[in-house]
Antibody
């Protein structure tokens, strides 16, 4: 079964850091670009960033709202994507989803999400 | 920056056809993708590249895109189709973005 499982969410104080993990199974992880999205409580979907596959350089792109604070990386040997979040703000509070990019820039597999709450 | 506009809500009776629009400047020149999200669940891709369906998505879900409007059409609506629906595009000036979402209510 093709699956993505996020972990690492929790409660963190403003200004602190948190690292989320996304463990993939059921497909050849290294062949795909992986993206992170988030959804604040009661709000819509927001793209956070993505990392290309090694075949396309493994480079990253980020939304303006997180650029310079968040970093996406990947370990293809472990089939894991990471989202390192630094200098967290209260407005970063959201459910964070890991996704697989397919069909160009559409996302066909989503994890169940992990909640990040930034509060003092 | 590029903006995608969706109606906040659409209501339809069971068995009827629901049409959810996504407006954007010359959106017909972009590839539009649609996601369904039920309460407490992750989004599910239902249409990609304007009108293609991923494996496992019923034929009742279809899409079109022309001019300034993309449309997700759900035929023979069922109670289980009640959800939020989001359109998504990639724009070179705004990166990847979503519409604000449309809540589909099945009466």
């Amino acid at each position: 079964e093709v699956q993505l499982v996020e972990s690492g969410g929790g409660l963190v104080k403003p200004g602190r850091s948190l690292r989320l993990s996304c463990t993939a199974s059921g497909f050849t992880f290294g062949d795909y670009a992986m993206s992170w999205f988030r959804q604040a409580p009661g709000k819509g979907l927001e793209w956070v960033g993505f990392i290309r596959s090694k075949a396309y350089g493994g480079t990253t792109e980020y939304a303006a709202s997180v650029k310079g604070r968040f970093t996406i990386s990947r370990d293809d040997s472990k089939s894991i994507a990471y989202l390192q979040m630094n200098s967290l703000k209260t407005e970063d509070t959201a459910v964070y989803y890991c996704t697989r990019e397919a069909y160009g820039d559409a996302f066909d597999i989503w994890g169940q999400g992990t909640m990040v709450t930034v509060s003092s | 920056s590029y903006v995608l506009t969706q109606p906040p809500s659409v209501s339809v009776a069971p068995g009827q056809t629901a049409r959810i629009t996504c407006g954007g400047n010359n959106i017909g020149s972009k590839s539009v993708h649609w996601y369904q999200q039920k309460p407490g669940q992750a989004p599910v891709l239902v249409v990609y590249d304007d009108s293609d369906r991923p494996s496992g998505i019923p034929e009742r879900f279809s899409g079109s895109n022309s001019g300034n409007t993309a449309t997700l059409t759900i035929s023979r609506v069922e109670a289980g189709d009640e959800a939020d629906y989001y359109c998504q595009v990639w724009d070179s000036s705004s990166d990847l973005l979503f519409g604000g979402g449309t809540k589909l209510t099945v009466l």
